[in-house]
């Protein structure tokens, strides 16, 4: 990336580290951050993607602080802009943000400081930066070097799409000779392709961390009951960070309505909501007063909240790129969470309807209708075909799956089967909708198969077809969702409106003579999560909870999100290796200097207090069954 030799190379990556110890407490870097971080030392542009969870942050966070010089970071929400800044100010990393939330004595404070050249990172909007204003202000500071945050948001290929990161492209010519990084955790080769262009970006550095996350658990299962589904699910993570993701905004409040019913205390969030209410909850549950939160796809992107342990997508997702990003909120720490997708067919009617819709007032409005329809036929192959979530996701960025099994999937795990004969089942379920002439909706045909006696079967004659009750033995939840299937697979049209019905065409009639196969699936129990979470090796649990209710009361009192003080990855390794004094407690990952300062006492007077209490004899508990030790109190 430049010109320097080995040992000079050599100088820089001990620069790096140090910078990265003294202030986060990371003993190492993870793949690609250390090359990103050449990248914006050296000036040279870059495109960087790796995925939620990988640590993109660092990689514009640190070069900085290194160069001792002030960066510019175009982010998109003041949420975001503020939660970064409060955990690098608790870390003793001098960041300012500039955004209209702002009181006119903080704004005029947060100016000084940048003049100042005290500061490190200032964080701003796409429009702010290309003020002429701001850029008097980043001239001031001398800023060379510009990192753009989400920077998909640029291409209309992209799955969130934004008009006022289309300014962006100007960048170049409002401040010649500056780098621009472009940073974003989803993007397929033909968005990086048009990020690139679209930010004329010079012979940049392009990095493509791993896609996969194999700290997370996929399951796609049959939408049947929501809320009960919902609910369960959520019961698998008690006490623990859950986000419901709807479709609508109608849906997250019916949503949380039937979650509290059943006893699960859940906010609903989206933008129809009073700002007030809306920061309320992002507030609650970014400091761990609230859990569960029902919403649309805009929350999360302002929540750094590390210790997600489940993301439910109550409908499908428009894109996989969305998926991506959605359940990437989940454990952002490293640590084991579940993913889980309620899935239906229907929904691809609802987003075709709200696509449609979105696009009148475009200006091109038959281009974006076919880009993002294009993304949605590729979400429903995902959610029906029989194959390894994880090999899908990767493969759909442009990146080979070595593992035969990923161990971490409801396929791999062999919660989803093929069902048994299943193209028979396919001409009996096809069959029915011919004999009833192709005039019914998915409810009806479901009835006939399943043997119904209605007043609506009686009344058709149906009860009379030589395929009603052909499907007697099954569930009308199995049938409807291998229905759904054919949908999904082209096998079955279902027309548009308020009274859909389902149709025969060319490739059903294929099936029927016999001439093509078909592939139905069965879904079993899904587990826990994971055969064992490998996380909680080690771990005193007892003590955990301990540390995370001091981390909760001190977040409180500093008015400030629990995760700034330390994730739950940092708790985690405090309550196995149990430190008690000052230097082992430095030695914890997540640890730096200045949280040491500043919590340190608090953390090792917990430990200390908790080990007199329990006596020289404790016993750790770990998620795997029958796994538990009982250790010395010593630690």
Known sequence: MDATGPIEQDDVQRRILAQVHAVWGYDRLRPMQEEAIRAGLSGRDSLVVLPTGGGKSLCYQTPPLVADRTDVVVSPLISLMKDQVDGLRACGYPAAAIHSGLTPDEMREEIAQVRSGACRLVFASPERVLTPWFRELANSAGVQTFAI???????????????????????????????????????????????????????????????????????????????????????????????????????????????????????????????????????????????????????????????????????????????????????????????????????????????????????????????????????????????????????????????????????????????????????????????????????????????????????????????????????KKVIAAWVHQLVDQGLIERTTGDYPVLQLNDDSLSVLRGERDVMLTRSRRASRSRPADKGWEGVDRDLFERLRMLRFSLAQEQGVPAYVIFGDATLRELARHVPRDRQAFREIHGVGDRKLERFGADFLGEIEQYLEEVGENRVIEVKDPGASMRINGGG
């Open 149 to 475: 945050d989400e920077a998909h948001c640029i291409s209309q290929w992209g799955h969130d799409f934004r008009t006022e990161y289309r300014q962006l492209a100007t960048l170049k010519e409002r401040f010649p000779g500056a780098s621009i990084h472009a940073y974003t955790a989803t993007a397929t080769e033909r968005v990086r392709a048009d990020v690139i262009e679209q930010l004329a970006l010079h012979d940049p550095a392009v990095l493509v961390g791993d896609f996969d996350r194999p700290n997370l658990t996929y399951r796609i299962v049959p939408r049947e009951r929501p809320s009960q589904q919902v609910a369960e699910i959520i019961r698998r993570h008690d006490n623990e960070a859950t986000i419901i993701y709807c479709l609508s905004r109608k849906d997250t409040e019916n949503l949380a309505a039937a979650l509290l019913k059943q006893g699960i205390e859940a906010k609903a969030y989206h933008a129809g909501l009073e700002s007030e209410e809306r920061h309320a909850t992002q507030e609650a549950f970014a400091g761990e007063s609230l859990n569960v939160v029902v919403a649309t796809v805009a929350f999360g992107m302002g929540i750094d909240r590390s210790n997600v342990r489940c993301v439910i997508h109550a409908a499908m997702p428009k894109s996989i790129e969305h998926y991506q990003q959605e359940t990437g909120r989940a454990g952002r720490d490293g640590l084991e969470a579940e993913c889980v997708l309620l899935y239906s067919s229907a929904d691809s009617l609802r987003w075709e309807r709200l696509i449609e819709r979105s696009a009148e007032q475009a200006d091109d409005p038959e281009s974006i209708i076919t880009a993002q329809t294009g993304l949605l036929n590729e979400v429903r192959r995902f959610c029906t075909a029989l194959v390894c979530r994880h090999r899908v996701l990767s493969e759909h960025f442009g990146q080979a799956y070595e593992p035969e099994s990923c161990g971490a999937c409801d396929v791999c795990l062999g919660e989803t089967r093929g069902a048994a004969e299943s193209t028979v089942t396919a001409q009996k379920i096809l069959s029915c909708v011919a004999r009833v002439e192709q005039r019914f909706g998915l409810g009806h045909i479901v009835e006939v198969l399943s043997g119904g006696d209605s007043e609506n079967i009686r009344r058709y004659g149906h009860d009379q077809l030589s395929t009603h009750g052909l499907l007697g033995d099954e569930p």
